[in-house]
């Protein structure tokens, strides 16, 4: 209930947010965009996944080991950030929106995981569920989606040839 908790009803609130605000999306180094911009969706569903994941698992790792699980997740979710900065494709205050609300949501998931859902999962379980999960995404993503927006994402660059008098 809890996982259903924070990455559905965040991900759906992310959605209304960005509806909502309708905030124009900056020029970045691939076509423009015609979708809106804040919060990120990315780092959205990243911060809420992989963090949850790591909340739920830390019962799983020994307590000395525990600061590497969540370091490893903070810098993935850092790198996803940052892709989306260096693109151009997001403000900082999108991503900065974007990790609070998804900490917002890991915390009440932790909340009600406490309360209801208190046995430790094991952490063969938890590693296969999520590799079957990450696999399944990507392949959908991969096969059905990244094909037909490809040709929207690619930016066409001019090109201009120059001759020996005009390079001089």
């Known amino acids: ?52 994941t790591a909340l739920i698992a830390r019962r799983a790792v020994h307590p000395k080991l525990q600061w590497v699980l969540f370091l490893s997740v903070t810098l993935f979710i850092l790198a996803i950030s940052f892709s989306r900065l260096y693109l151009g494709l997001h403000w900082i205050t999108d991503i900065l929106g974007s990790i609070t609300l998804g900490i917002a949501f890991i915390t009440l998931g932790g909340f009600l995981y406490r309360r209801i859902e208190s046995q430790p999962i094991p952490a063969t379980s938890l590693l296969i569920t999520s590799t079957v999960t990450f696999i399944l995404t990507y392949s959908l993503y ?27």
């Open 1 to 52: 209930f809890s996982w259903t908790f924070v990455t559905g009803f965040g991900t759906l609130l992310g959605f209304v947010i960005k509806f909502y605000m309708e905030v124009e999306r900056p020029e970045g180094l691939i076509h423009h965009s015609q979708e809106f911009s804040y919060p990120s969706l990315h780092v959205l569903i990243s911060t809420l996944i992989f963090g949850f």
């Open 142 to 168: 991969t096969l059905f989606y990244y094909p037909q927006m490809h040709g929207k994402l690619v930016r066409a660059w001019p090109v201009q040839t120059l001759n020996e008098n005009q390079w001089w």
